[in-house]
């Protein structure tokens, strides 16, 4: 290290000053550079950043003044439950068809009970769909009828068609739970006889 340091000291020794003047001056215009390379890099970072950001405070903005201008939802307007539930197989025919989508098959689900609401759910695949018709049949099932929702929504390209899409839609169908007939209140006496 030490046979080094003496072999650029000799080399710089050997110099004449305009050579090490524009050495220093060469040395110094490459740190510039670096240093301004950089911190372009890093600027630009930050321009991004700052885009970013300023696209965030509008959307932020602008779902502050939508929920300012809407307020709390009305709960009159919530759907009033049924103790039958919509039948869902003809109800999605019938969105299929307003929309002129064709369904192979439709798979019932087992029906649950849950906080005094019975849950009927179907699930449907749907190929070959236009975005525009998988949006105008997601719309319909929503929209026809409130005791109805989609709950569940796998949408994947089709390879055969670039430009369509197959649909795996679960649709559940809500009405109210009413228990079952109770028991007769006289012990079980039967209408007509008498015990």
Request: proline content about 5%.
């Amino acid at each position: 290290m030490a046979n080094l340091s003496n072999k650029l000291e000799a080399y710089w020794e050997g110099l004449s000053a305009r050579e090490r003047r524009t050495m220093v001056l060469g040395g110094l215009g490459a740190v510039a550079v670096l240093v301004l390379y950089f911190g372009l890099a890093v600027y630009d970072g930050l321009v991004a950043l700052d885009g970013k950001n300023q696209e965030m405070r509008r959307a932020l903005a602008a779902m502050q003044s939508v929920r300012a201008q809407g307020g709390l939802k009305d709960t009159s307007a919530a759907p009033t439950l049924l103790p039958d539930a919509v039948k869902l197989e003809s109800y999605l025919d019938n969105a299929a068809q307003k929309t002129g989508v064709t369904i192979p098959a439709f798979t019932p689900r087992p029906e649950t009970r849950r906080d005094g609401v019975v849950i009927h759910t179907m699930t449907i695949e749907p190929r070959g769909l236009t975005i525009a018709q998988a949006r105008d049949l997601l719309r319909t099932i929503e929209q026809d009828n409130r005791t109805v929702a989609v709950t569940n929504l796998t949408m994947n390209r089709n390879f055969k068609d670039e430009g369509n899409v197959d649909l795996k839609i679960e649709v559940s169908a809500y009405a109210l739970d009413v228990p079952a007939a109770a028991a007769p209140a006289d012990g079980g006496a039967v209408a007509g006889r008498a015990p």
